[in-house]
């Protein structure tokens, strides 16, 4: 008789806690998998996916503007929110299915209700009563987090309804400057909605490379977002024609939709995660060592739940190596140092590596290599739009420790860039590339000339 009726309880199936349940599964263990809303989890259901699809509905805009100074006659086109929204529901839902036709293909079994543990072994699920089980994996991930002390806070959203408008608003207000309120403001503002994106703080992106920083808030003016910087919401107020944003400083604009993204938290509300002696950090995420182990010793979380790099990829990655090391006697640790990561802006960022200020607050002395120009594409169109590529190389080992990238196409580079930055590759070797001609990214591997920095000087 097994001591417990399962081995392994995973929490959420999002990216984490399916890839984590199917490898355990596949292993020869009991996997049970608790999902209280549908299965793929954030990425699939709320996040990345229909993010990126309204992405690419969004870009055609722009597309049809360069498509003229190519010879192209556009009469007529229309956007259709409500057939959009229709196709995009289709899709989330196929490939919801998909997850979970490969969570069953893997022999683990699913269970719909929110799970809760009563102790250390033994999770409840609502509606379904108790099971028990040998390991626990918390895979919850994070949901968007609102200021409920804000006065008219209730006529505000978060991305989990933008996903889900009846109605493309004529006009919208974005609070945040991370990746999601950046993503959405050039979404909506591609679709033809006035769009002000409203930022605390001296410039967006936070973290990121300062010239990527003040490159991307260019280029999202230049095609229309209405960035206001250094002010934040004092209040909503509904009027007769729409609701009113309030903003420290005393202005204030009106909008139909009001979108807030100021982060996410790690969803652990109602989990009981107490009663099995899981410790939280200050900011609610359950707390893990290298191995993804939390302080209950049969216990364990991966993904935005644990809040280490809240990435898809990044909780596939963990997920993955929790499985190695738990089921397959392959003990193994995901390695967080330079994970590459793209914001899907118009025109996009890709990044890998440190920031300049970073890395020279880590080696002293840097080489930084930098260039703006025209895309051949645009320029040809007579746009004006300007790509930014920077390399960020340590003076001392010649060491390409940063890259960074905003222009089109750029999440698409920085990937293959990554593998560089990764392993190391110096500046001269970079350098023996041979350009692809003629692409944005030959620029990459042709900057030899070093770019002083204004006010560096030779300290640099
Ligand atoms: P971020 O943490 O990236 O950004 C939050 C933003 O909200 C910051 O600009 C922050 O300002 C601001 N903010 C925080 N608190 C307040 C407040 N009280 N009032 C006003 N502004 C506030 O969160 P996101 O929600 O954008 O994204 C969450 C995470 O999801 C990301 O960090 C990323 O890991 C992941 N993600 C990745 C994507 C991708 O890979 N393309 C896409 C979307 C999400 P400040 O800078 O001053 O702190």
Redesign the pocket.
Known sequence: MAKYDYDLFVIGAGSGGVRAARLAAMSGAKVLVAEEHRVGGTCVIR??VP?KLMVYASEFSHSFETAKGFGWTIDNARFDWSEFLREKDKEIARLSGVYVRNLENAGAELVHGKARLVDAHTVEVEGHGPATADKILIATG?R??M?QELPGIEHGIS?NEAFHLTELPKRIVI???????V?FACIFNGLGVETHLV???PN???GFDDDIRTHVTEEMGRRGVKVILAT??EAIEKTATGLVSRFTGGHHCESDVVMF????EPYVEGLGLETAGVKLDERGAVVVDEYSRSSAPNIWAVG?VTNR???TPVAIREGHAFADTVFYDRPTSFDHETVA????SQPPVGTVGLSEADARHKYGKVDIYLTRFRPMKTAFAGEDERCLMKLVVDQASQKVVGCHIVGPDSAEMIQMAAIAVKIGVTKPQWDATCAVHPTLAEELVTLREKYMPPGLGHAA
Request: charged share 15%; glycine share 20%; hydrophobic share 35%.
């Open positions: 996040g990345c993010k994070g968007p987090w200021p991305s609070a945040g400057g991370g990746y999601i309120a993503e930022h605390r703080g967006i992106l936070r934040q919401h993204a100021v982060g996410r935005d790099i809240n990435l990561s793209a914001v899907f």
